[in-house]
């Protein structure tokens, strides 16, 4: 009997998938998906109840055999998915909404498919180079100078880590223990951990109390850092928010350019919320002075309504990134050495990654960017809305006025005491989400538990944005004269 003697001969090639069975696995996700998208008006805003039992029913040994394919999408798309925060529903308005462009989804198809390799520009040239544009185009929309250069990251908390990197690798010594970053109090919180995870000691970053309307005062900023100067402290960075998380104030810009200048600080905003908004007039005005900045944080899948998993850092003077990046092996390809040409992986801290970029170009070369500030425009307007019908509702007291798309208010009547009022509020805030048609959250200012509305998905247009002030102003009534 004949055996054939060359080894490792395998018949089993199940991973490489036929034409058809590659085609029905993306329709059959497809007809779920569609489905999934043409309901989300009508799916709950929020649904977590029973979470921890059904996580504990997912927990498996790795398995050994096959599961039927359908069984797999039936599990997601009729069980675990929807449990959870409708992160996508236009009734989203909590933390920072999400949303997802369904166009970001079919790139990521795309690039996964054909699973190029962009860290280096000498592996997919064009790919590289289309990456290059999308960073070139945030450049475009802050006012950055063509030296400047940037990469995408997984997010805003990446982003906030390699600026401060980037910052120390260019200005401080290898001892860099006394040297000390500077924000508000409103600031994100990824800025404080990227600052440890950087090597800083937690206490070298100093969060100063922000003003009446929640932007860092820039009379304690110059008091500080004299102070830290005087006490042999090395005054190194200031972080700028455009859009804080909790309010969505803009600091001053301007104002903390020329300090930055005068006392020769890294100055360092993070946009990662409110950036994009620098495509409108309205946040142009409002974020004037960042294109004096030395970096920033943009996310585009806040402001730009990709699906979760991208963010982006812009460096003004692109060399400085560069050389924060930059290491050498013999086993790479070659790098390039002008400086038109980037090689990503000598910009940041990733080697190998997807390629990210398509789900950012995509939509935005199908659409053109003016899609996105309508959308935007349409956003400020949404907020300038809800802020105008909460002043109408007897007992709400509004605590942020909307500098971008957040508006911040509570239940203030008088006769009840400041702990009171916080549990009037948490109780608010419960019966506006129970009605399930907007997703509310939290959070705390000056002691005081406020409610927050941002509008951030490209979802969400004004009639859900009345039902979210029906809903406001039936649960205001409801804590009011609470039923007995
Ligand atoms: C969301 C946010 C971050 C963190 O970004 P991730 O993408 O969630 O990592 C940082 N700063 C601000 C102002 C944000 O709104």
Redesign the pocket.
């Known amino acids: 009997m004949h055996t054939d003697q060359r080894p490792c001969l395998s018949s089993d090639r199940e991973l490489e998938l036929r034409d058809e069975v590659m085609r029905a696995m993306v329709e059959q996700a497809m007809a779920r998906i569609i489905e999934h998208i043409r309901t989300l008006p009508e799916q709950p805003t929020s649904k977590v109840s029973g979470g921890l039992e059904l996580a504990q029913s997912v927990r498996e040994r790795l398995p050994e055999s096959k599961t039927e394919y359908g069984k797999i999408l039936e599990n997601l798309f009729e069980k675990w998915i929807p449990r959870s925060f409708n992160t996508a529903s236009p009734g989203y308005l909590a933390y920072?909404p999400g949303g997802g462009l369904f166009h970001s989804a079919v790139a990521d198809l795309i690039a996964d498919a054909t699973n190029r390799y962009v860290g280096v520009w000498a592996a997919a040239p064009a790919l590289a180079e289309l990456e290059a544009n999308v960073i070139r185009w945030f450049g475009e929309i802050v006012g950055y100078p063509p030296a400047a250069r940037g990469i995408l990251t997984s997010?805003?908390?990446?982003a906030?880590f390699t600026a401060i990197v980037t910052a120390r690798r260019n200005r401080l010594p290898e001892d860099f223990l006394r040297a000390v970053i500077y924000a508000s109090d409103q600031v994100?919180h990824?800025v404080a951990k990227a600052a440890i995870l950087a090597g800083f000691p937690e206490r070298n970053t100093v969060e100063l109390p922000s003003d009446e309307r929640l932007r860092l005062r820039t009379d304690l900023l110059r008091e500080r850092i004299r102070r830290d100067r005087a006490a042999g402290l090395t005054p190194f960075m200031v972080v700028g928010?455009a859009?804080?998380?909790n309010t969505g104030a803009v600091d001053d810009l301007d104002a903390i350019a020329e300090v930055a200048q005068q006392e020769h600080l890294w100055f360092h905003v993070?946009a990662?919320?409110?950036g994009f908004f620098m495509l409108t007039d309205q946040g142009r005005r409002a974020m004037k002075g960042i294109e004096r900045s030395d970096s920033v944080?943009l996310?585009p899948?806040?402001g730009l309504f990709l699906p979760y998993g991208t963010?982006s850092l812009l460096v003004q003077d692109g060399e400085a990134l560069k050389r924060a990046h930059t290491t050498q092996a013999l086993y790479m390809p070659p790098m390039q050495e002008d400086p038109e040409l980037v090689d990503f992986c000598n910009y940041s801290p990733e080697l190998s990654r997807d390629f990210r970029g398509l789900r950012v170009w995509l939509p935005i070369k199908m659409h053109g960017i003016a899609a996105f500030r309508r959308a935007l425009q349409e956003k400020l307007c949404l907020t300038r809305w809800a802020a105008d019908e909460l002043d109408k509702i007897p007992g709400i007291e509004i605590v942020a006025r909307p500098q971008t798309s957040v508006v911040a208010f509570r239940y203030a009547a008088p006769g009840y005491s400041g702990e009171e009022l916080n549990e009037l509020n948490r109780r608010l805030l419960d019966g506006i989400n129970s009605r399930n048609r907007v997703f509310l959250t939290a959070t705390t200012l000056s002691g005081r538990f406020v409610i927050r509305i941002c509008v951030l998905s490209f979802r969400t247009h004004l009639d859900r944005m009345e039902m979210c002030l029906e809903d406001i102003r039936r649960s205001v009534e409801e804590i009011a004269s609470p039923r007995q």
Do not use: E, F
Not at 155 to 158: A, C
């Open positions: 920072i997010g805003g908390s990446l906030n994100h990824s928010s859009g804080t998380t993070d990662a919320y409110g944080t996310d899948h806040k963010g």
